[in-house]
């Protein structure tokens, strides 16, 4: 943990801070943009491709800014950065329900692009990790189950606001609850520096030097995959449930996957002490291998069922395992670097996934193939992080 009873608290402190920062921005930057897709669609008729390409440029463009934020926070400063971060998500999501042209999304996207960097993986790590160092495992997975908990509770929200008060009124509400709450939290709290923040002050190894490691290209490739076989089958979950158990348990499904991600991230978090890292997360890849083969395969409830609790108790780890990998691999200097250069590489390609993972599906007239690979691309991602101990 910290340094001393006082650090201690702190700690805590910010942790809780960076669980409520994760609860909103990702239930607006992350969870937000797809519910923005079927409510602009009925709203102004807009087609479905257009309103994905800005979705898709929304995350592409976030991953640019994520790569920069190590330099964001070194010249402002963690509070400022994530107090602007809220502005902008929630300023960036009343832009995009009070659009009424389809060039409005570009100055929306742009906005919730800002937003989404600063709250981000990326971004909660940073404001987690120099406080702990012991009981970082658990202090990270405590931070990053705030996204779980966001994708539960601003899922359904967004959809009943929609529904009662209108897409506008509904982002003006959300939007400036996650001002009001996360603007005077951040100035609170994270104006403290961590005990640790002479050891971070340390010269960092220039970025292409990091790159060209073998700790970094097999840590960035690994989750790239697993992330991109993640985000694809989260986007076509419900659709491919709902003819075995109609929409509202398909749209259910996604809440169960989520609890089960905090419950596998929780749990893992308090096993792994000083256990070989990059081995824990090649096994829950394997898990989620498996998950997604009997989603492909399955014909009824019971493995169907069984796919999603496979499928769900990895996905958080996706997202909390990686820096806990880097910072065992990497300078603490060097490790907020490598943490934004590869949540940034991930972003981008799990952009892909929905619109390719939709092609597919399309091909095919099914989901069994689109499933398959993405079972075959997690056992690809585990054994590349199994393989990268060699450089570890």
């Known amino acids: 943990m910290a340094i001393n009873t006082s650090a201690n608290r702190q700690g805590r402190n910010v942790v809780w801070v960076a669980f409520i920062v994760a609860v909103f921005g990702w239930g607006l930057g992350f969870y937000g943009p797809p519910v923005y897709l079927p409510a602009l669609h009925a709203k102004h008729g807009w087609s479905i491709s257009l309103i994905s390409s800005a979705i898709t440029a929304h995350y592409l463009m976030g991953a640019v800014l994520i790569a920069n934020l190590p330099t964001a926070y070194r010249r402002f400063g963690i509070a400022p950065v994530t107090m602007a971060g809220a502005v902008f ?62 994708g539960i509770l601003f899922t359904p929200l967004w959809t009943v606001l929609i529904a009662v008060l209108g897409m506008s009124l509904a982002a003006v509400l959300l ?36 790159m060209a490691r073998g700790t970094f290209i097999t840590i ?14 989260f986007a076509h979950l419900i659709v491919r449930l709902t003819p075995d158990f109609g929409p509202v348990v398909g749209a259910a499904s996604i809440s169960v996957i989520t609890f ?39 014909d009824g409830a019971p493995l169907l069922v069984l796919g999603c609790v496979l499928f769900g108790l990895g996905v958080g780890n996706l997202t909390s395992m990686m820096p806990l990998i880097a910072q065992r691999e990497f300078r603490p200097a060097d490790v907020g670097t490598v943490v ?19 092609w597919m599906r399309d091909l095919t007239e099914g989901y069994m193939a689109a499933f398959l690979i993405a079972g075959a691309v997690q056992i690809l991602a585990a054994a590349i992080l199994a393989m990268g101990r060699r450089f570890s």
Not at 180 to 193: D, G, H, K, N, Q
Not at 195 to 210: D, G, S, Y
Not at 220 to 233: D, E, H, M, T, W
């Open 260 to 298: 089960c991600a905090i419950l596998g991230r929780t749990v893992l978090a308090w096993l792994l002490s000083e256990h070989d890292r990059r081995l824990a997360m090649a096994a829950s890849l394997m898990m989620q291998a498996a998950g997604s083969m009997a989603l492909a395969l399955g």
């Open 89 to 150: 998500s929630g300023v960036g999501a009343m832009a995009w329900a009070t659009a009424v042209e389809p060039w409005h999304l570009v100055p929306a996207l742009l906005l919730s692009a800002l937003g989404w960097s600063a709250t981000s993986g990326a971004a909660l790590n940073a404001l987690v990790s120099p406080w702990f160092d012991k009981d970082r495992p658990k202090a990270i997975s405590m931070a990053f189950n705030g996204a779980s908990v966001g």
């Open 220 to 233: 960035s490739a690994a989750f790239a995959l697993g992330l991109f076989a993640q985000i694809g089958l």
């Open 340 to 358: 934004a250069l590869v949540t940034a590489t991930n972003q981008a390609v799990f952009a892909l996934a929905p619109g390719l993972f939709g």
């Open 175 to 210: 939007g400036f609850a996650m001002m009001v709450v996360i603007v005077p939290l951040a100035y609170l709290v994270l104006r403290i520096a961590p005990p640790t923040a002479a050891q971070q002050a340390a010269k960092p190894t220039r970025r292409r030097e990091l």
